[in-house]
């Protein structure tokens, strides 16, 4: 019935991965495809946009150094050539693994499937902690060896994620409000998942609001939280089709398969180095 | 590669459709079936559903008159036990042909398929009349030899929709809004195409509204028109995924598609009486 | 941002639900109301089918006893009834818990998703035991406190089951084919999904297969398993959208959550009796 | 309600397009790059493809001549180039207009959603011809103002569409098979539009093969013909959720709608030389 897949199949890149932008102009590809050249680099697999109506030019580069280079030193000859370029740019390695505080408060489905998800290694990350406004998902933690914080004062959650030295915060149907100083902090670093094809259905009861509407189809929509509420970068949407025999609960049992999966895979891409977020927008080079 | 379907296959049903609502309570599926029964009737589907939220009852019910039974002097039994039973009903002979106007502005995409529909025999319906406060779509028209009326004052167009003695109005892309006694009058039997999966990007231009959103999905929303622009009960929905790589033209286009085939199918299932409308929601029984 | 919900949230009928299917034939909706409106039920939630092709009636029914009437009086007025019209009939008490045998080789995606949802209790379900031809999945059983045994001889499957009293078995990426005897003890109680939209890549590797054709869309199908390998009653498929992007490693990760998405929402509508299996197809009530 | 969009909104491109492939190699886009910027052209789009697996480069590049360049010296400059670096390379006029054949049997919703593209201006193409083995859809040809051939034997096709001088043939429900002698003289430019998820459901009758099979969803596949009936580069597919409330009549009008808007998406995605085709697969730049 199957091919046996082991945990390392390609869900995790060992190659460098350069992300870039700069404002849009003439002969931009060839001179960065250049330096790359010219910094030892091969370019196994590139992906790039032209915004045109911000006159932005962003690209995703995966690469390798075949001469055995290093890294380091790449990084170095690249900056100055960047400079010269205007470019901004990051380069992460492809083998890093990703801290990743889990935000929840009752519900357990997407913090479940992630904990599964990192078991069985299908994200490169590790979980740091989880963090509640209640109890309720504490042993689900547990279950998955991964420690878990009560925190009921909204004010002390940044300072558990610097605690745990997390690198990114995921927001696994967590129904407060984080404070603008850990959005800040963590800026492009926040996933969040509402249910619901935003800008449809913001704020709160998504379900409740989407049924009453007589709606045919519902959503999820995972974003990079900003400081106004679902109103951030989106990531991923999806959407599955209802019908007047699907009440509020069955809209939120529905709903709650496409949440997990639209933030998995949001998650996915974050760590794959692949969404670039600009002027309240991504580009996700998938 | 394929069966050879003529103009008749199955679209078209053939057998009396009634469709009936009121308060819900027990027994009355029972009792509804028994009166079907009792007038000579044989159910042939039937598909029913509780609102438990609004306690209301809804049924569509196709069923033959299999011992040479006169439609008329069903209704004229049922009619009896219907308002025992305090039912809420219409009573519709499958083989009737609706007389549809079709309103338009400058995009003829919805425009053209309707007529190519009818014109294959894949509607039960026949074109009455094209109205457009434009003249751009008038060769459509012509090329299918349908009239075409070109109004500019909106108000004049309740008239010609009554002149036509249409039974049903489809605001195929009409950019313009319809006098609130031309909605009542033809109440639940216009349906108006909207180009975002609502109530996201209501109002004008919600492709532009979308794209600036950065979303992931866009989609198209066919409903009955109501008073409140954009906000009647919802027929169908749909959407297609969209990325960075699609600018606002390429929403517009793949949009096209989407209008089209939602439109096409909330037109479909409204002529196969397949649709109750109650509580600014529908029951859509596909 | 959204509704709280609890483990019972409408996931878990407490209702009674007749299961029927008979030979089609007139008045037999009327007939079967009134069986049991007479056996002092009352309908809440009804949806039958026709299948023309194959003449037969099919029909499930949710109902509540109102005046605090018992099941099992209902039970034997109903089944004289049933006698009478020739039904073949089943009737569950609502509120059953059913034991799970879940079947793994060596991926777990499946697995933990299973074992989270009953965990939160969205199945209404116990995992007896989680039978594996491989040890790698002991860990995730262990996790979720649930019996784990690894049989390497297929000749011992079927008394693990039997001896572990399930209702249900579900091959959750089983590598491994069930003996004719067990498939036939647990007829239409098996379901097994497949990593294809099948009949399209039966058999072993479907995504090697798929990506060697370069289709352009990926799929799952959760069937019931019959003798013959990958052509039991199918009951859920669903399918995503792939690129020349996508290589076997993409294909298989994409898959993946398609994978366990239908497999628990087939378990789901079995659980909620929503399925009737006949003539290798499946009418599903949802 | 909406944009007014006139008939040249971004779907017909104005820019030269360069498509190329070549063995893959370091260096290769940076080389690519360097050819188009010293030939005078500026990339406003670009997007390229490693296919690992046949170790193959594909590339799309759209880009303009910004200081007045003339496209042919262009093509000599780049041509010394491309002969050093090995490449297999199309240079298309952005502006040019497509001369299309429409194949037919009986059913028609292809053929009008094509022609209505068409006469709208959607696709920068004109209806050379359209042909059939019936004279059923003679009266859609006249309606648009295309010729039409009635031509009952298949030997006679070849010549037909050489004395029309098509660029595109494009096979619209076409129930023949076109001879291998046409088949290679138009290699890569004979659009079919299969009515199933090719593999699944090749040959004859598909809708019913899918319902005898108790598929839940029904798909179309547009692909490349080859000698090879049902066998080609996959361009399109897409699907449709079905369920046991259709039957074979709903499976075909259900996926009347698909297959119109998947063949036309194909058909624009090769008139936008998105399409590239190789090793019996395609790379869709969209």
Known sequence: MGEIIGPMDGTIEAMPILKLSCPDRPGIVAEVARAIFDGGGNILDADQHTDR????????????????????SFRDDFGDLAAHLDLDWTLRRGDERVRLAILVSKQGHCLYDLLGRVAMGELAADVAVVVSNHTDQGVAAERFGVPFEHISSEADVG?????????????ARYMRILAPDVIDRYRNRVINIHHSFLPAFAGARPYHQAHARGVKVIGATAHYATEQLDEGPIICQDVVSVSHRDDVASFVRRGRDLEMVVLARAVQLHLDHRVLAYENRTVVFD
Chains 1, 2, 3, 4 share one sequence.
């Open 53 to 72: 109506v911000h006159q932005r030019f962003l690209q995703r580069i995966e690469f390798d150094l075949p001469d055995g280079g290093s890294l380091d």
């Open 159 to 171: 300072e558990a994620l610097d605690r745990a030295e997390v690198d990114l915060v995921v927001l």
